[in-house]
């Protein structure tokens, strides 16, 4: 009875994770926050909300694994993409959002540990980055 209660609090409690600004000049006032919902069957959704962003321009973003280049700052690890969000187009106030709906188990420990921001049409370009694992392994 225990586990099955506690199995059903987790479903449906949503957890948020905020972006943080790179050091970078692009978009300086972009910011916003990823809400990761666990759903039945092994499921997971991810809503991205974002402020802040230029105006008509189109975005792409992706959960990335925890890389080489840190044990410690997932943003800055350059790890590998593990789940990519459908492309977005910030609307004339700068607000975007998007969803996917992935396996968890793709995104699980640290193939989960970070989701980046980039511009659509120069991925270099990563104004934010949300940190959801904080060190690896
Ligand atoms: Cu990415």
Do not use: W
């Not at 809503?47 to 802040?52: A, H």
């Amino acid at each position: 009875m225990t586990s099955l209660l506690s199995a059903c609090t987790m479903m449906g409690q949503p957890k948020t994770f905020t972006f943080r600004h790179n050091p970078i000049a692009a978009d300086p006032q972009a910011a916003g926050s990823a809400q990761v919902m666990t759903q039945a069957g092994g499921m997971v959704t991810t809503t991205l909300t974002l402020t802040g962003l230029t105006p008509g321009k189109t975005y792409a973003a992706h959960y990335h694994a925890f890389g080489p280049d840190s044990n410690t700052d997932p943003c800055a690890s350059n790890g590998p993409v593990t789940v990519g969000f459908p492309s977005f187009t910030a609307d004339a106030a700068g607000r975007a959002s998007t969803t996917v709906t992935s396996e968890m188990a793709k995104i699980a420990g640290d193939q989960g540990a970070y989701i980046n921001v980039h511009y659509g049409d120069d991925l270099k370009v990563v104004p934010v980055c949300a940190p959801l694992k904080m060190t690896k392994g």
